[in-house]
């Protein structure tokens, strides 16, 4: 990515013309202005962004939801960038991205919009609900999250939940998915104390938000986390546009910290 786009790596949409189109958001891990971080979705009727039309601010986030009554039309493409600032007020701004731009372009997001919504239909009598911890990449290291002899993150931590960073993840986003396969395991502990249960899921959901490795999915159900191993991703051919993924999960022990992570009931 050119460097005038920095310290944004990634920044996609994802068109839902119903709810709103999702834009979602990637900064480069070594990112490190003085918070707080403040994000705003930008949009426009040109790709060079002459006149910005509207703007929504969204705090410190990873993504965006364009829930205008301008975009319902189904003949508007908006063109989408992003505004960061930091805690000293400069200003950043992210490639743009937009619905259509090249050719059939228009049709294709579409389509995928609705393989999309034929996947959440499916999950909402098949699936079960959930929430998605996303893993914080930058920002403000937690000194007390941090061993000051060796320099090794601290696991057993309220303020980082053994990340290296403030606040460990960003506040919870409801997702649902689909149970593909659940396996569990109960051995013996090898030290003798009592026995140690494995629970591995592999699940299916639509192409947003984008999961990545060390990100925790949580049932609603059950309080369940599990932790983001690995994930695979269908996309549109032609317009990189991810419609599903397919993820496996590893159970977290319940005596971790992130349960003390609180989610909506």
């Known amino acids: 990515m050119p460097s005038n786009f920095f310290p944004f790596t990634s920044v996609s949409v994802h068109p839902n013309y119903q709810a709103g189109h999702f834009v979602q958001w990637q900064i480069d891990p070594f990112f490190k202005k003085p918070g707080p971080y403040c994000f705003t979705l930008q949009a426009s009727e040109t790709e060079t962004f002459s006149e910005v039309t509207w703007s929504k601010a969204v705090g410190d986030s990873f993504f965006a939801i364009d829930d205008s009554n301008l975009k319902q039309t189904l003949n508007q493409n908006w063109?989408?960038?992003i505004l960061l600032v930091d805690g000293n007020k400069n200003q950043y701004l992210s490639n743009v991205v937009g619905l259509g731009q090249i050719l059939g372009g228009t049709h294709k997001f579409r389509q995928g919009a609705e393989v999309m919504r034929i996947e959440q239909v499916t999950q909402r009598f098949t699936g079960q609900a959930g929430w998605l911890l996303k893993l914080r990449t930058f920002g403000a290291v937690d000194a007390s999250a941090t061993d000051p002899v060796s320099g090794a993150v601290v696991s057993d931590n309220r303020t980082s939940y053994g990340t290296h960073l403030?606040?460990?993840?960003?506040a919870p986003i409801a997702i649902s998915w689909r149970d593909l396969t659940v396996q569990e395991s109960r051995l013996l502990n090898g030290d003798g104390n009592g026995t140690d249960e494995d629970e591995v899921i592999e699940g299916r959901m639509i192409g947003y938000p984008k999961l990545t490795g060390k990100d925790i999915v949580v049932q609603t159900r059950t309080d369940?986390?599990?932790?983001?191993d690995k994930v695979e991703s269908t996309y549109i051919p032609g317009i990189g546009f991810c419609v599903v993924q397919i993820f496996s999960g590893i159970a977290i022990p319940v005596t971790?910290?992130?349960y003390s992570i609180q989610v909506p009931k």
Not at 166 to 170: A, R
Not at 224 to 228: D, I, N
């Open 166 to 170: 403030v606040g460990g993840y960003y």
């Open 224 to 228: 369940k986390r599990f932790t983001v």
């Open 256 to 258: 971790d910290t992130v």
């Open 79 to 81: 063109y989408y960038r």
